[in-house]
């Protein structure tokens, strides 16, 4: 089943995330970064930074949900269930602390069809308290379609 | 001075061997929020049609950013990165868990400093990351 194609451009009102400093610890040992910066407040201030960083990765915590609000509202279109995660990219205007609070705007980018699977890119773009950029990532997602004879 | 500010445009910078095992997407699950099933049940994995439960491809990303992060020197340095997911990463339910063999080459060195490296990421010696490319700011 096609997307609805009047996503397309959309966005949805943003979501409000506080980073903590045991939440940027959990995640960078859930990913084995051992870089102190990650864990003791000590070690990043020496490092010149107000508070522990968060690993590169670490916003997916906050814009996937973000994220997920959209995917899984029926108007779309997308079976999440015969979703696959495509492409991932993340670029950073600065890097992010733990006591950021930072909000998520979802776009969507892109809805295209390719090969009778469904293509879509989110994007989120993320700000800090002040309004400045912090982050933004893109995530492409294909809802892959029904084999034959599946067809409802 | 970390392997990437040293490094030209063509030079490899030191490879790296992770392994993945179930406890790690676990681990990741819980502090990522991705409780997808497919990635730690395998009646559920093996239902939807996949070879067993595979990784998060966010995982493999953070491994690959992480190993990044690590050659900068500074984990700050890593102003973006980007990737496609090729192919899933199957952990087997043991104790020695999926392989996966990093490889990074800087492709490109700005005026300013910066520096756009090539990421590789193979598994039984087939890309699961492709595409992949990090950009490293100078040190400051």
Known sequence: ???DASFAGRSWPAETYEVSLEKVREFAVAIGADDPVHHDRDAARAAGHPDVVAPTTFPVVFTWPATRRVVDDPALG?????????DQS???ARPLYAGDVV????VVDEIRELAGNDVITFRVDVTDADGAAVLTTRATLVGRAEPEGEQA | MSAVSDASAGDQLEPRT?????ADLVAYAGASGDLNPIH???RVALEVGLPGVIAHGMFTMSLAARYVADLAGDPTAVVAFSTRFTRPVVVPDDDTGATVELGAKVTDVADDGTRTVGVTATHEGKGVLGKAVA??????
């Open chain 1, 1 to 3: 089943m096609p997307l």
């Open chain 1, 78 to 86: 997308l079976d999440f269930t015969r979703v696959v995660h495509r």
């Open chain 1, 90 to 92: 993340i670029e950073v």
């Open chain 2, 40 to 42: 730690w049940n395998e």
């Open chain 1, 103 to 106: 909000t998520s705007t979802v």
């Open chain 2, 135 to 140: 950009t490293i700011r100078p040190p400051r």
């Open chain 2, 18 to 22: 992770v392994t993945i095992t179930r």
